[in-house]
């Protein structure tokens, strides 16, 4: 979920037939650190740990999930691990009825737990579902805080953090109970581990409900998960946003001069589909049927008949630079059109890109094809097919 704090918190946190360039694979050649001379290699503090993740799944793959524990002693807390925030925030009891859905921490049950006193709130310019977000209906009120926190058995110590005390009710369908914000500048609890010996990377494999296991490796890469070396490339920027440039998009083998264009795109895995500006979006859609069309009763989505979804080859490819300069693909196949029916309009399937000027976000349909290494230390992305 993309997001972004208001009051005194900062910025947290996407016809002519001219063929893109296919993906070709990259060899990594990895090298061991050298001891210096005369001596010998400090172990590391600590080791990766893998984190299950649960996947909440309403007619498609919406959010991945796992668990944390915060306070002494700790309660087990179950949260998103968000690409697309900074923070830590999750329902606690100062929230009330409006949590009711969620699991809430207890902070007077705490030992450790001390109040920040400092009150705020938090925007997402992207929701849980594939719904589309309009002004604020996706709005956290929030009091800081700080606590001890520990993930995967990794101790991160005490962290700042935010007590969800109101939420708008669209965050009532979340089986979990908050965020923990995974940006490409380590902070908080990825940043106490860090400067514990902890590695500055994670990995994410996000799967299809259908095949499950799905995990977080924080502080390292699980190679029993993919064949071959993984694909990287240069994060664009400096600040604490996961994007890569892209030099365009082709549906089904075919471009436009429109969608042939360099554009920076972003990569969160607390999104589930996709997001380009209006007319990125319908030039992607016009590529693969004249039928897919607005829908005026969710501003910003498209849909088509459901009993035409099938039938339509939907190959979406979007194209990288890997750190050798050589061009890549990222494949959405055509599987991943439908989101699933339209509330108001059971007949009529919700199509997978959602318009959204001035922004270009890929989110869970694009990840859950890839092992993705999100390499904070070397400011890089790392990509292998699953």
């Known amino acids: 979920m993309l997001s972004y704090f208001v009051s005194s918190l900062l910025f947290s946190s996407s016809v002519q037939a001219l063929a893109l360039q296919p993906a070709v694979p990259q060899k990594i ?225 075919k471009t436009t001069s429109l969608l042939h264009t360099g554009r920076t795109i972003i990569f969160d895995s607390g999104t589930s589909n996709i997001l380009f500006p209006t007319t990125t979006t319908e030039a992607i859609y016009a590529l693969i049927s004249p039928d897919i069309k607005a829908n005026p009763n969710e501003p910003g989505t498209y849909g088509i008949a459901c009993n035409r979804i099938s039938s339509l080859p939907a190959v979406i490819d979007i194209t990288f630079t890997s750190q050798s300069g050589t061009p890549f693909n990222l494949t959405i196949p055509s599987s991943e059109l439908s989101v699933g029916p339209f509330a108001n309009d059971p007949s009529t399937c919700q199509t997978l890109i959602n318009a959204f000027d001035n922004l270009s976000l890929v989110g869970g349909s694009v990840l859950k094809h890839y092992y993705s290494i999100w390499d904070v230390g070397q400011r890089r992305l790392g990509f292998a097919p699953v």
């Open 29 to 253: 050649i990895l090298r061991s650190r050298p001891a210096p001379p005369g001596g010998s290699l400090k172990s590391r503090a600590l080791s990766p740990s893998t984190i299950p993740l649960a996947d909440f799944f309403k007619g498609t793959d919406l959010q991945w999930f796992g668990n944390i524990s915060v306070g002494t002693p700790p309660q087990t807390v179950s949260v998103v691990f968000d690409t697309g925030s900074s923070s830590l925030e999750f329902a606690s009891t100062l929230c009330g009825s409006a949590c009711a859905s969620q699991v809430q921490f207890d902070s007077s049950k705490s030992s450790t737990f001390v109040d920040g006193g400092r009150t705020s709130s938090i925007t997402f310019s992207t929701g849980v579902g594939v719904d589309p977000v309009v002004g604020a209906n996706y709005k956290l009120t929030l009091r800081s805080a700080t606590d001890v926190v520990s993930v995967g058995g990794l101790q991160g110590g005490r962290v700042n953090l935010f007590l969800i005390t109101n939420q708008t009710p669209t965050f009532n369908i979340d089986p979990f109970s908050g965020i923990q914000g995974m940006s490409a500048v380590a902070q908080g609890l990825f940043a106490s581990l860090v400067n514990q010996g902890l590695p500055s990377l994670f990995s994410l494999f996000l799967t299809p409900n259908a095949v499950g296991h799905a995990e977080m490796t924080i502080g390292g890469i699980d190679n029993t998960k993919f064949s071959g070396n993984p694909t990287f490339a240069s994060a664009s920027g400096t600040g604490a946003t996961w994007q890569l440039a892209s030099s365009g998009v082709s549906v089904n083998g």
